[in-house]
Nanobody, 121 residues
């Protein structure tokens, strides 16, 4: 599976931004997808995950209620809708895919190259 993220950028605190993760190469609906982020000097952390069909999701406590993950298997794309952005959300955001089940640790088989989100105060 090849994954390509897009949608990052420089935004002000409080606004919304939507990231996309476009997949190709294998049957996308066989893979759970997770979004992770890595801020400078910090470890990569789980942000959100979605199961194969899109009817089960998980979120980090730090983004719960502000971020929404969704998927469109017909378009082989997963989205991360981010609202109420804060400066502490600044990071490189990665999407990742693994067979079947969501994982909150970086135990994913396929990774995108990342997209930078910078939130100014």
């Amino acid at each position: 599976v090849q994954l390509v993220e897009s949608g990052g950028g420089l935004v002000q605190a409080g606004v919304s931004l939507r990231l996309s993760c476009a997949a190709s190469g294998r049957t996308f609906s066989n893979y759970a997808v997770g979004w992770f982020r890595q801020a400078p000097g910090k470890e990569r952390e789980f942000v959100a995950g979605i199961n194969l069909s899109g009817d089960s999701t998980r979120y980090a406590d730090s983004v719960k209620g502000r971020f929404t993950i969704s998927r469109d298997n017909a378009k082989n794309t997963v989205y991360l809708q981010m609202s109420g952005l804060k400066p502490e959300d600044t990071a490189v955001y990665y999407c990742a895919a693994r067979r079947f089940m969501i994982a909150v640790t970086p135990q994913y088989d396929y990774w995108g190259q990342g997209t930078l989100v910078t939130v100014s105060s």
